[in-house]
């Protein structure tokens, strides 16, 4: 296991249609999180697993959007009808319970056009 | 809600200077964390600094967590362009199990 995975890398999608990210933690880690990245700005917290439980949603998290991680393994992040304000970097991480800090993937950019 | 800032937003340094980026806060954070990002990647940490007035070194780079556990700084000597991105703070959300980032500092090293 080589580190968290995200797919896509990158996507380009037109206003008003879904996407989805999956994103691949280390396997060993059993709490999973999703942050979203606009240029400038650090990471801010979208939403945040352990195991299979959903237990954390930012307020930044609109109805549009849903985070899904069955079995407790790999997790997806969907957006419905995006908006032009959705473009960002969205990064997933993932870490141990008890552990310092976040091993992150690569992100997935999005661009809404 | 808990808050990181940090300075400078930008450096654009020649290669061999020595510089210090600040990340402060107003609330305590039990730990901070700091990272690395390179354009079009993740964030990769570098280190987590957890008791007051703790001082820890990683090859060239010193970092120091302030005796209030409010701030933090790094020191990076003799800088090289491989020192080039985006060093972020972070510490734990009081309210919840995730990290609060601050905004970031853009290091620019020109050879």
């Known amino acids: 296991d080589t580190g968290v995975s995200q797919d896509p890398r990158h996507k380009i999608t037109k206003r008003g249609q879904n996407v989805t990210f999956r994103c691949d933690p280390i396997s060993e880690h059993n709490r999973l999180y999703w942050y979203r990245q606009t240029l400038g700005q650090g990471p801010e917290f979208l939403t945040y697993?352990?195991?299979?439980?959903?237990?954390?949603k930012s307020r930044l998290l609109s109805d549009r959007f849903s985070a899904e991680r069955p079995k407790g393994s790999f997790s997806t992040l969907e957006i419905q009808r995006t908006e032009q304000g959705d473009s960002a970097m969205y990064l997933c991480a993932s870490s141990s319970q008890g552990a310092g800090g976040y091993t992150f993937g690569s992100g997935t950019r999005l661009t809404v056009v | 809600t808990q808050l990181l800032e940090q300075s400078p937003q930008f450096l654009s340094i020649q290669e061999g200077e020595n510089l210090t980026v600040y990340c402060n806060s107003s609330s305590v954070f039990s730990s901070l964390q700091w990272y690395r990002q390179e354009p079009g990647e993740g964030p990769v940490l570098l280190v987590t600094v957890v008791t007051g007035g703790e001082v820890k070194k990683l090859k060239r780079l010193t970092f120091q967590f302030g005796d209030a556990r409010k701030d933090s700084s790094l020191h990076i000597t003799a800088a090289q362009p491989g020192d080039t991105g985006l060093y972020l703070c972070?510490?734990?959300?009081?309210?919840?199990?995730?990290?609060?980032f601050g905004p970031g500092t853009r290091l620019s090293v020109l050879p």
């Open positions: 697993f352990q195991n299979e439980a959903q237990l954390e």
């Open positions: 972070a510490g734990p959300n009081n309210y919840g199990q995730n990290f609060v």
